[in-house]
């Protein structure tokens, strides 16, 4: 069989001073190759999930980590061809041909994996994992020499846990981890255990300088990973995308930062007047993508705006571009932020799944999320509409009650490969939903739903699972079920760690400022130390006695400070600021009164 190839040329990012590479490439055009009956090319990725629950154990134990690739990784792989399949031959690139360095006569039968087959990927790693499996590296953990061996978890075969190579060892404890992802290699552990295996890794394969995880991030999973220490000198890890979302932003100067994803005006359904067109919808898709690959590596307070968003792709793609321009928006206002594993201070070891539903917010079928954590640390999360349409709030609830014991087990049983002694904790903020699970008996208007969830009611009784009620308040899941205030939405989000590690925010006076009613007005924002120094100045005025000079101070204040709160409607003149109506009040906002 004979198969054309081609020269690829590209420019990758490297370090100043040029802060790129050239690099050429001469691949296989693997899509002219014919397809074998019952072929198999698939080769797993890394999870990101799995990502997180290594970055977690390292905060936990304190560890060290750094990142190692592989070049030109795949023609490290053999080619074993079987007698059944034909033998593949490569035509000479047509570039090569053109400026007489090839003959277009001669033919090229490939002995290793080169780029473009479709089984190449397939063939590195049963490649790697096979080596990984046979090599032993010697390290000084603790002033003592041990040997280590590699073994995949078994619920995650790019997540290998890193032990002593001892035959009495059952439990095999893991004292350090590696993550595989085609050609690069994440290893977390004891300094000198990290130092040891990218040493062993570079003597097998031909490979980059080590990047170690400190202040500077280093690119992982299309993640930013880096380290800061907190109040109590302890390692905290910060997995962000500030990059990608840099250049996401970067390149529209018109675009206002925002304080919020998605406004209620937003989530209003609507019937566009025209169907729309096929370019229409491709654009939707195409912002609907660069937003989904920040929510599902760093970014779990966009979720529920990229659902909305997705369910309106292709009856509404107008409405959707203007979503995306919100929630850039609001990424260009939070491009810092991500997610920080702290080291627990308690050494409890449970693992939390949080649910909470929206009722039939759009007549039809109710809007969910389950956001999982492990020791205060956010690891897994979901939001969308439920598969189903609900009789009832309860039943709302409890559908994603047992959507998240499904995804907290999913998530245990990597948890139970490292470590042992994790309680598991369900919280709900329905208190029908959690007696319909936990109690016998109840209504006839009921008793489908016992049915219905016959699965969670078994784990719960058996006592796999703890279920517990939780106030409306605290609970995380809030996040993803509709949309919120930015006082609400920052409360949430420090609750999930979700935070920025420097001060390299918008300045605020550029931040537009949105009401819960969707109305927007632009300018300057509150200066709330000004404010404060002003009704302190106001109250002093107020004990001499001196009302009409009261007023007058208010108004040469106000006249020199501007009024830039974005109050609804019309601006309005305050006779006396401590004896305003409700309708009058200048700052009304749920925003304003929590931060004043």
């Not at 035509?91 to 087959?117: H, I, T």
């Not at 003592?144 to 095999?172: A, Y």
């Not at 304080?259 to 370019?279: A, Y």
């Amino acid at each position: 069989e004979l198969v054309p190839s081609k020269i690829v040329f590209t420019r990758k990012p490297a370090p100043p001073p040029l802060g790129y590479k050239n690099k050429v490439r001469w691949v296989v055009c693997g899509n002219y190759e014919s397809r074998k009956e019952g072929e198999e090319n698939y080769s797993g990725g890394a999870d990101a999930a799995a990502f997180r629950c290594l970055v977690h154990q390292a905060s936990q134990h304190q560890w060290s980590g750094a990142s190692i690739d592989i070049k030109t990784a795949f023609l490290n792989a053999e080619v074993k061809p079987s007698e059944s399949e034909d033998v593949i031959l490569v035509k000479p690139p047509a570039f090569f041909v053109e400026r007489n360095m090839m003959s277009k006569d001669v033919v090229f039968q490939p002995l290793r994996a080169v780029y473009g087959f479709r089984k190449s990927p397939r063939l590195w790693s049963q490649h790697r994992d096979d080596k990984f499996q046979k090599m032993e590296v010697e390290a000084t953990i603790e002033s003592k020499k041990v040997k280590l061996r590699f073994t995949p978890l078994d619920s995650e075969p790019n997540l290998w846990k890193i032990h002593r190579d001892d035959d009495g060892d059952q439990e095999m404890k893991a004292l350090g981890l590696m993550m595989t992802y085609v050609d690069d290699i994440f290893t977390v552990g004891p300094r000198g255990l990290v130092e040891a295996v990218i040493a062993k890794i570079q003597s097998t394969w031909a490979s980059t300088p080590p990047d170690w995880v400190g202040l500077k991030p280093l690119r992982f999973l299309g993640m930013e990973v880096s380290t800061f220490k907190d109040e109590n000198r302890w390692d905290v890890w910060h997995v962000s995308q500030k990059s990608y979302i840099q250049d996401l932003v970067g390149n529209d100067a018109g675009l206002k930062p925002k304080v919020v994803p998605i406004t209620r005006d937003q989530c209003v359904p609507s019937v566009p007047e025209e169907p729309p067109t096929i370019e229409q919808v491709r654009s939707a898709q195409k912002e609907v993508g660069e937003l989904l690959w920040t929510v599902t590596r760093t970014r779990p307070d966009l979720m529920y705006t990229v659902a909305k968003m997705s369910a309106l792709v292709t009856k509404d793609p107008l409405k959707v571009i203007e979503i995306s321009a919100q929630a850039k928006g609001y990424l260009k206002n939070t491009a810092a932020e991500g997610l920080n594993f702290r080291k627990s201070t308690t050494g409890e070891k449970t693992l939390c799944a949080f649910s909470d539903a929206s009722y039939a917010p759009d007549g039809e079928c109710s809007h969910g999320c389950t956001i999982i954590s492990y020791q205060g640390s956010t690891m897994m999360w979901k939001s969308g509409r439920q598969s189903v349409v609900s009789l009832s709030t309860a039943e709302s609830e409890l559908l994603e009650i047992i959507e998240a014991l499904t995804a907290g087990e999913s998530l245990f049983v990597m948890l139970n490969e490292l470590e042992e002694g994790i309680l598991k904790v369900a919280w709900c903020d329905s208190q029908a939903a959690v007696s319909i699970l936990s109690c016998e008996g109840g209504s006839w208007r009921t008793r489908h739903l016992r049915i219905r969830a016959s699965f969670a009611r078994d784990i719960v009784q058996r006592g796999e699972w703890a279920l517990h009620h939780m106030g409306g308040l605290e609970m995380i899941a809030d996040i993803g079920t509709k949309p919120l205030t930015s006082s609400r939405l920052r409360f949430l989000k420090k609750l999930m760690n979700l935070e920025e590690i420097k001060n390299d925010r918008v300045p605020e006076e550029n931040i537009e400022i949105e009401e819960k009613s969707g109305i927007v007005k632009e300018g300057v924002a509150v200066d709330l130390e000004k404010i404060s120094k002003a009704v302190k100045v106001i109250t002093l005025l107020a004990v001499l006695g001196s009302a009409e000079a009261e007023g007058e101070e208010v108004k040469e204040k106000e006249d020199e400070e501007g009024d830039g709160s974005g109050e609804r409607g019309a601006p309005r003149t305050v006779e006396d600021p401590f004896c305003c109506h409700a309708e009058e009040a200048p700052y009304r906002s749920e925003e304003h009164t929590s931060e004043l």
